[in-house]
């Protein structure tokens, strides 16, 4: 889920299915999903709501709802704490929260252009206003997303 065309009126944007296709993983669990369950998710589980306060398990997806102002920071947290899987954010690389993921990250993939999302009835959104950063945190994350970036965008691997 994230907010592109219109922060604040809904956090119901999904990851659009190429991304799945060239990541070629398997999720344990869909932390972030809607209520209906994951779109496009190759995934064994699901979180819909109540995520933050809940255990993961797992190689996990994450593409946490964008909402206001460092709103993703909490979703951020939890993720690098868990230590195991990939997420989606917008790529603001100036942000605070975006520099803190980049320290305690594998590594990241910044994703070549502008990927458009879907809404909720299926219909493709507009262009957003930004990229998007996908995030390892573990080995086995890095190394889809190593595997991954050529194909996506460009790879970087963030030393220790």
């Known amino acids: ?57 797992g190689f996990v997806w994450m593409n946490p709802p964008f909402g206001g102002r460092n709103g993703i920071a909490p979703w951020l947290d939890k993720f690098f704490q868990h230590g195991n899987g990939i997420a989606l954010t917008p790529d603001r690389t100036s942000a605070p929260w975006w520099q803190d993921a980049a320290s305690k990250a594998n590594s990241v993939l910044l994703l070549r252009g502008k990927p458009k999302f879907e809404r909720p009835d299926g219909t493709i959104g507009k262009s957003p206003g930004h990229g998007v950063s996908l995030w390892a945190a573990g080995e086995d994350a890095d190394a889809i997303l190593a595997r991954t970036g050529r194909a996506l965008g460009k790879y970087l691997r963030i030393a220790a």
């Open 1 to 57: 889920m994230s907010a592109w065309e219109a922060t604040g009126a809904t956090d119901e944007w999904y990851t659009p299915k190429f991304i799945f296709d060239a990541l070629c993983a398997v999720f344990d669990l869909d932390v972030s999903a809607p209520a209906d369950g994951p779109r496009h998710v190759p995934c064994r589980d699901w979180i819909s709501e109540g995520s933050l306060q809940a255990e993961w398990s």
